[in-house]
């Protein structure tokens, strides 16, 4: 069965500084890892995925995501938060083939930026 | 503008209360999911649906029901609404195959008294 774990239900960061947020993963096969984002009363929208191939994976709005299968993980990092960032993000991973995709999500961050 | 459509967005309904929540999408994706939203819990499967004609469990069935007469409708039924059922539920769709990202409909608020 697949897993996901995400680290810190609640990360805060300044306005301009690192952002990272961290997912491990379960699977007994090749995943998929998706991220996904939030915004307040809203549906997920992607952020990016990992398919196979480059394990670096960028994504829309200035993030990037960096598969470590020796790690089981899959955090995702943006160089210089913006306000704009605040938001859920969640992490997700799949094991299938074909057919419909049958995510598993993490419990969800909250990232908030600071002015 | 392409996209899943919700409704409705919010509703308080009673405890033992029948209630269906209708989902619609124009792009022709073939898959539908139904997921539940909980503090702390992330999003939960309720139920999917491969194609239409047919559908599939997920991790949280109990309680409700789904269809899937046409490729864009996917309604989610409580037969008798439990306060346990409290939750956003959000409905998505994708393309078939396992790196297809899905594409989530805004949700509905649904509150079990």
């Known amino acids: 069965a697949q897993s996901v774990t995400q680290l810190g239900s609640h990360v805060s960061v300044s306005e301009g500084a690192l952002v990272l947020l961290r997912c491990n993963y379960s699977?007994?096969?090749?995943?998929?890892l998706f991220w996904y984002v939030q915004y307040p009363n809203q549906g997920l929208q992607l952020l990016l995925k990992?398919?196979?191939?480059?394990?670096l994976v960028k994504g829309i709005n200035g993030f990037e995501a960096e598969f470590k299968k020796s790690e089981t993980s899959f955090h995702l990092t943006k160089p210089s938060a913006h306000m704009s960032d605040a938001a859920e993000y969640f992490c997700?991973?799949?094991?299938?083939?074909?057919?419909?995709?049958?995510?598993?999500f993490g419990q969800g961050t909250r990232l908030t930026i600071n002015p | 503008i392409a996209g899943i459509t919700q409704a409705p967005t919010s509703q308080i309904l009673a405890a033992g209360r029948r209630m269906t929540l209708r989902c619609t999408q124009d792009?022709?994706?073939?898959?539908m999911y139904w997921y539940r939203q909980d503090l702390g819990l992330g999003l939960r499967l309720i139920h999917y649906s491969n194609t239409a004609g047919t559908t599939g469990k997920g991790e949280v069935p109990d309680g409700y029901s789904v269809s899937r007469a046409n490729t864009d409708d996917f309604p989610l039924t409580l037969a008798s609404a439990v306060p346990s059922q409290t939750s956003v539920y959000f409905c998505a769709s994708s393309l078939s195959g396992g790196n297809s990202p899905l594409h989530f409909g805004n949700g509905t608020r649904l509150t079990v008294t």
């Open positions: 699977s007994s096969v090749p995943p998929y």
């Open positions: 792009m022709r994706h073939n898959a």
């Open positions: 990992y398919t196979t191939g480059a394990t």
């Open positions: 997700a991973v799949s094991d299938t083939v074909q057919g419909a995709q049958k995510l598993v």
